[in-house]
């Protein structure tokens, strides 16, 4: 069966999520970032990866995502079959690794986007990367107005993709999701399906 390493709090949130909608064994590892557990199967050190039962590694949360919607169309998670369909996956699946995550870091890591350590200059830079979220988030509320589903073929891995990247929303922004209420409403819904629920219980404990 196949095994992912995750780190909690990590974007690799969103696969472990996708393996558990498709219901079939599998294993998650907990690991830190840049362990030498996880450098043993990905040179980067980082999560989340997806090693095969053959060995075969695949890295990137998008990809992954991508991989497991192709092996389970069972599963239904690919948003709907269509080309434009397909197309819309992969627009969204950019959005949220380039345009979110992206502007994630200057929040997480402040100390990468100046020269200047001063306390002032690091706040500087994290307020910069609030108003890059707010700007990424508002699309994304705009998109979900009237939708249940970032998709318009319902529950998909873009769903889950979007989940762990909302709850760094809620912690980090001033202010949380006040200002977006559609993506309150998304991730409502996905804190109360009962596979993230086993996915966030199963983090949680470590």
């Given amino acids: 069966m196949p095994t992912l390493y995750y780190a909690v709090g990590a974007c690799s949130l969103a696969p472990h ?5 498709i219901g079939n064994p599998y294993e998650a590892v907990r ?12 040179p980067a050190g980082a999560v ?3 090693r095969e039962d053959d060995g075969w590694l695949l890295t990137q949360a998008g990809a992954i995502l991508d991989y497991l919607v192709h092996k389970h169309p069972e ?9 434009r369909a397909k197309a819309e996956a992969h627009r969204w699946s950019a959005f949220l690794t380039s ?12 100390y990468r986007y100046t020269s ?30 009237g939708r249940e589903h970032i998709l318009g073929g319902g529950r998909s891995v873009i769903d ?14 001033p202010g949380g999701l006040d ?17 993230v629920k086993k996915v966030l219980a199963r983090e949680a404990d470590g």
Avoid: C
Wanted: glycine share 6%; hydrophobic share 50%.
């Fill in 99 to 110: 345009d979110v995550h992206a502007a994630f870091w200057p929040v997480f890591m402040p």
């Fill in 160 to 173: 889950a993709y979007s989940f762990p990247m909302i709850r760094w929303a809620i912690k980090l922004l």
């Fill in 75 to 83: 599963a239904r998670l690919a948003g709907g079959d269509s080309v």
């Fill in 17 to 21: 999520i996708a393996l558990e909608w």
């Fill in 48 to 50: 989340p990866t997806l």
């Fill in 31 to 42: 690991v830190q970032y840049g362990s030498k557990e996880i450098l043993a199967v990905n």
């Fill in 116 to 145: 200047d350590q001063s306390d002032a200059a690091r706040r500087a830079v994290v307020e910069a990367g609030h108003k890059l979220v707010a700007k990424q988030f508002g699309i994304l509320d705009r998109h979900l107005e």
């Fill in 179 to 195: 200002a977006y209420p559609n993506v309150q409403a998304l991730h409502d819904s996905l804190a109360a399906d009962p596979g």
